[in-house]
């Protein structure tokens, strides 16, 4: 689950600030990172123009995505602070957010197709089960 919340403050309204939770049973695997590009892109096509980071110290994982996208990270005793100023959004940027929107919602709606026909497969088992059983028990 990632945020990108928008400065309330009409002096700071090109700015956003990005928060990620991966489950750890998730971790590992690059979603961080991608959630972090998806929202680089967002803010970027949204006019932000620095996006930033409240992490941990101790949070090398994020502080790490940060660095790779080009953030300055700077610490403060047990917390640490990222700062990534976004170039404008472009006819390109503003295509690939679209696309990628369009593939994910595709991707999202075949998983939950497929988790309707995996249930019904699955209600449908029970069924001749309980017929089965039903059979079982009237032949006896």
Known sequence: MAHLAHSVDRSYDAC?????SVLPTARGHGY?????????????NSGVQLMFIH???ENKIMLS???????????DGS??????????????????????EQLAQADYRLK????????????????RRGV????HRSGS
């Open 16 to 20: 956003a600030e990005f928060g990620v």
């Open 32 to 44: 961080g990172g991608k959630l972090f590009a998806r929202a680089m892109l967002h803010a970027r």
């Open 55 to 57: 992490a941990l110290s």
């Open 65 to 75: 995505i940060a660095r790779k996208a080009g953030a300055t990270v700077e610490y």
């Open 79 to 100: 917390e640490a602070q990222a700062y990534l100023r976004l170039p404008a959004a472009t006819f390109e940027t503003q295509v690939a957010e679209l696309l990628e």
């Open 112 to 127: 939950m197709q497929a988790r309707q026909f995996w249930n019904l497969l699955s209600d449908l088992q029970d069924v």
């Open 132 to 135: 089965r059983e039903g059979r």
